[in-house]
T-cell receptor, first 112, second 114 residues
Framework: RKEVEQDPGPFNVPEGATVAFNCTYS??????FFWYRQDCRKEPKLLMS???SGNEDGRFTAQLNRASQYISLLIRDSKLSDSATYLC?????????????FGRGTSLIVHP | GAVVSQHPSRVICKSGTSVKIECRSL??????MFWYRQFPKQSLMLMAT?????????EQGVEKDKFLINHASLTLSTLTVTSAHPEDSSFYIC??????????FGPGTRLTVT
């Protein structure tokens, strides 16, 4: 089983739709969780950290489910500009490892 | 947020030559930097972890003698691709972080080996 898994998609949704991505992780001792956005031929950029209590930033909501070992990202009212690849990242674990592990990314295409 | 720069952004070199890529943390001292490689439509693949003042830790399958990493200061890490071959053509991205915090990525270096 891969350490961090994501459905590669693509998710093809119309403008205004709500879309959700999940990301599962295998290391139960993981401590920190993040969502990144990567545009084509660009570097990943931090979208939001994921906190145990869940957190929201505008149209974006991130949640953590430690029992089931997954994090989620919900995007409401999708915009054309949301089209990108969304990467989840997990780090921390036994021994205090801070090496981040990335999922392969989920591709989102928002169409008019 | 923190800024990480990378230079050059794009390089084309001939097979057999070496290429050095610099990664700088501009506004914080990065105890750890990471080097990734990303092939088209593939995920980020961690190549090595670079710790200031010590030897880099390479991921399995990454040749340390081919991908030389030097992290001489808290703000600079370099990756040298030695004797580059066409199969080394890829998007190389560095990142910097403080332990336990999010990664800040450089803009990447697109290497093309002809």
């Amino acid at each position: 089983r891969k350490e961090v898994e994501q459905d590669p998609g693509p998710f093809n949704v119309p403008e205004g739709a709500t879309v959700a991505f999940n990301c599962t992780y295998s290391n139960s001792a993981s401590q920190s969780f993040f969502w990144y956005r990567q545009d084509c031929r660009k570097e990943p950029k931090l979208l939001m950290s994921v906190y145990s209590s869940g957190n929201e930033d505008g149209r974006f909501t991130a949640q953590l489910n430690r029992a089931s070992q997954y994090i989620s990202l919900l995007i409401r009212d999708s915009k054309l500009s949301d089209s990108a690849t969304y990467l989840c990242a997990v780090n921390g674990g036994a021994g205090g490892s801070y090496i981040p592990t990335f999922g392969r990314g989920t591709s989102l295409i928002v169409h008019p | 947020g923190a800024v990480v720069s990378q230079h050059p952004s794009r390089v084309i070199c001939k097979s057999g030559t070496s290429v050095k890529i610099e990664c700088r943390s501009l506004d914080f001292q990065a105890t750890t930097m990471f080097w990734y490689r990303q092939f088209p439509k593939q995920s980020l693949m961690l190549m090595a972890t670079s710790n200031e003042g010590s030897k880099a830790t390479y991921e399995q399958g990454v040749e340390k003698d081919k991908f030389l990493i030097n992290h001489a200061s808290l703000t600079l890490s370099t990756l040298t691709v030695t004797s580059a071959h066409p199969e080394d053509s890829s998007f190389y991205i560095c990142s910097a972080s403080k332990p336990g915090y999010e990664q800040y990525f450089g803009p990447g270096t697109r290497l093309t080996v002809t």
